[in-house]
């Protein structure tokens, strides 16, 4: 009789109750901390200088995801994550995310350092939050990916933050606009173009200063790459191609992907679905990484 009442009850529970307690249920499978600084800066938004960590409630010591997230570099935000925290999570990984200051406000180099300011706090502080500082993967998204690209490809922000390059062991990269902004500047919309020049200015001189393309040189401390775009534009296939000519040129390892049934919001929205494809090669990329570090090539 009491299993019938109880059962009573949880029918009648009312259907906004029910998406409250199955959302709870969601977020209770990783232990996550927010609204981490990593950085103060004067004059600036606090909140964005802050990241995200989402935890294994089991394990320690495990690899990190470090997310850069995209929005023309004037907005997006380290919240709106979707499936990715519970994909890595599940799978053994500390799941990162982070946000950076954007423009108007700021003008490149400041995004750039902002990423690179939190990748060396990472570095420094994994363990309080279960990662290994010797096992750090970054993947940034659009506009994200550049930073990414950036960051990982020119060693002067790492280390004027106090790391270097070496401190990352894979880089991905999902649907870049601006690895070459000279080329961006020819083959780009009229609006990436005016979102561009309003972050990293006018001239050629300080578009070439911002592009990843421009600091790809053969180093043994480099990380693989992997570089993804989606079908629905044309400029991002043009600078996934320049950046991996680039770096093969250079004898960095590196892959490229190219999803068809892909937009570049579909890449970001649905990244963490369990029949995802490129979620796949990513986690794939990750592992492969992992097992070539474990048992390096001879």
């Known amino acids: 009789m009491r299993i019938a009442r109880l059962l009573l009850v949880f029918l009648a529970v009312p259907a906004g109750i029910k998406?409250?307690?199955?959302?709870?249920?969601?977020?209770?499978?990783?232990?996550?901390?927010?609204?981490i600084r990593y950085a103060t800066h004067t004059h600036s938004d606090a909140a964005l200088n802050m990241l995200n960590v989402?935890?294994?409630?089991?394990?320690?010591?495990?690899?990190?995801?470090?997310?850069?997230?995209?929005?023309?570099?004037?907005?997006?935000?380290?919240?709106?994550?979707?499936?990715?925290?519970?994909?890595?999570?599940?799978?053994?990984?500390v799941f990162v995310s982070l946000n950076y200051r954007v423009s108007p406000?700021?003008?490149?180099?400041?995004?750039?350092?902002d990423v690179a300011d939190a990748l060396v706090w990472?570095?420094?502080?994994?363990?309080?939050?279960?990662?290994?500082?010797?096992?750090?993967?970054?993947?940034?998204?659009?506009?994200?990916?550049?930073?990414?690209?950036?960051?990982?490809?020119?060693s002067k922000y790492l280390?004027?933050?106090?790391?270097?390059?070496?401190?990352?062991?894979?880089?991905?990269?999902?649907?870049?606009?601006?690895?070459?902004?000279s080329l961006l500047m020819k083959t780009g919309t009229n609006k990436m173009k005016e979102w561009y020049m309003e972050a990293f200015g006018k001239t050629k001189k300080e578009w070439d200063q911002a592009s990843a393309v421009n600091f790809v040189k053969p180093d043994s401390n480099l990380p693989?790459?992997?570089?993804?775009?989606?079908?629905?534009?044309?400029?991002?296939?043009?600078?996934?191609?320049?950046?991996?000519k680039k770096l093969s040129e250079a004898n960095i390892r590196n892959t490229v992907f190219h999803y068809e049934k892909k937009t570049t919001n579909s890449l970001n929205k649905e990244l963490g679905?369990?029949?995802d494809k490129p979620t796949e090669d990513i986690y794939r990329f990750l592992q492969e990484i992992h097992y070539i570090a474990v048992n390096p090539i001879k």
């Open 273 to 275: 679905k369990e029949t």
């Open 159 to 181: 280390i004027k933050s106090g790391g270097s390059p070496a401190m990352l062991d894979g880089v991905v990269l999902l649907d870049g606009e601006g690895y070459d902004l």
């Open 54 to 93: 989402y935890m294994p409630k089991k394990g320690s010591n495990s690899p990190m995801v470090i997310w850069v997230h995209g929005g023309s570099l004037s907005y997006g935000d380290k919240d709106n994550m979707l499936h990715k925290p519970e994909y890595f999570t599940a799978r053994g990984y």
């Open 105 to 113: 406000a700021v003008k490149h180099p400041v995004h750039a350092q």
């Open 19 to 35: 998406s409250s307690l199955a959302q709870k249920k969601d977020e209770n499978s990783y232990l996550r901390i927010t609204n």
């Open 122 to 154: 990472l570095h420094e502080n994994a363990k309080h939050y279960s990662g290994d500082p010797e096992k750090m993967f970054l993947i940034g998204h659009s506009n994200g990916a550049d930073l990414a690209a950036l960051v990982a490809l020119d």
């Open 224 to 244: 693989p790459f992997m570089v993804a775009y989606a079908d629905d534009q044309e400029p991002s296939e043009k600078q996934a191609i320049a950046l991996s």
